[in-house]
T-cell receptor
Framework: GAGVSQSPSNKVTEKGKDVELRCDPI?????LYWYRQRLGQGLEFLIY????????KSGLPSDRFSAERTGESVSTLTIQRTQQEDSAVYLC?????????FGPGTRLTVT | DQQVKQNSPSLSVQEGRISILNCDYT??????FLWYKKYPAEGPTFLIS?????DKNEDGRFTVFLNKSAKHLSLHIVPSQPGDSAVYFC??????????FGGGTRLMVKP
C-alpha cells in the first residue's frame, strides 16, 4: 500500500523567504507528526496532530514555524522568513497509534 | 536533558553473527518503545516495537528486549546480514504522543 509521501523532496531557498512543505499521510492514520533532523544531530519533534484535537505544538522552535492539517488528511508545515539554521531534513510520520511510519523527508537548504 | 540515549555511536559485526544494539532511557512514564532503521537520504523505517507491559517481542531476525527496572532496551539481530548496515534509532513515547529518539547507532555488518 501507499506509504507516507512528502513534497518537495528537496528545496533550496534564500534566507528570508517563506517555504511550505507538504505531507500526505497513510490513509486512515489519525495521528500525524512532523520532525526534523539537522546535520549531525538527532531527530527533533516539531508538532503532532491527533484527529480533531488541538495540535501539540510544543516542539516548534519559533513562531516562524506553523503547521496545519486538513481533517485526517494532508498537512503542510510552513516556515516564514527562513534562516540558515532552518536547514534540515523535515520528516513527516503518520500512525494509527504508538507506531509511526515515516515519509522520505524534505531536505531544506537555506542559502 | 537526553531522555533516550544510545551510548554506542557505532557497532561493527561479522555477517552471520548477532548484532546487539542498546538503548537507555530516563523517563519512567514511557510506555512504548520502538526501533527504526535509517539509510542515508531516506526516512526512518519502522522495525519493531514493544509495550512497557512486555519484556520481549520477536519478529523474524529481530528481537527487542525491555528491562524496565534498568530502564534499558536492546535490539538483537540474528543472523546479521550486510543489508542490515544502517543507522538504528531507538525511540520512546508516552500514550502515542511524539517520539523521543536516541542519537542512533551506526551498524556495519561485514561480509
Amino acid at each position: 500500500g501507499a506509504g507516507v509521501s512528502q513534497s518537495p523532496s528537496n528545496k533550496v531557498t534564500e534566507k528570508g523567504k517563506d517555504v511550505e512543505l507538504r505531507c500526505d499521510p497513510i490513509s486512515g492514520h489519525t495521528a500525524l507528526y512532523w520532525y526534523r533532523q539537522r546535520l549531525g544531530q538527532g531527530l527533533e519533534f516539531l508538532i503532532y496532530f491527533q484527529g480533531n484535537s488541538a495540535p501539540d505544538k510544543s516542539g516548534l522552535p519559533s513562531d516562524r514555524f506553523s503547521a496545519e492539517r486538513t481533517g485526517e488528511s494532508v498537512s503542510t508545515l510552513t516556515i516564514q522568513r527562513t534562516q540558515q539554521e532552518d536547514s534540515a531534513v523535515y520528516l513527516c510520520a503518520s500512525g494509527p497509534t504508538h507506531e509511526q511510519y515515516f515519509g522520505p523527508g524534505t531536505r531544506l537548504t537555506v542559502t | 536533558d537526553q531522555q533516550v540515549k544510545q551510548n554506542s555511536p557505532s557497532l561493527s559485526v561479522q555477517e552471520g553473527r548477532i548484532s546487539i544494539l542498546n538503548c537507555d532511557y530516563t523517563n519512567s512514564m514511557f510506555d512504548y518503545f520502538l526501533w527504526y532503521k535509517k539509510y542515508p537520504a531516506e526516512g526512518p523505517t519502522f522495525l519493531i516495537s514493544i509495550s512497557s507491559i512486555k519484556d520481549k517481542n520477536e519478529d523474524g531476525r529481530f528481537t527487542v528486549f525491555l528491562n524496565k527496572s534498568a530502564k534499558h532496551l536492546s535490539l538483537h539481530i540474528v543472523p546479521s546480514q550486510p543489508g542490515d548496515s544502517a543507522v538504528y534509532f531507538c525511540a520512546a513515547t508516552i500514550a502515542g504522543n511524539m517520539l523521543t529518539f536516541g542519537g542512533g547507532t551506526r551498524l556495519m555488518v561485514k561480509p
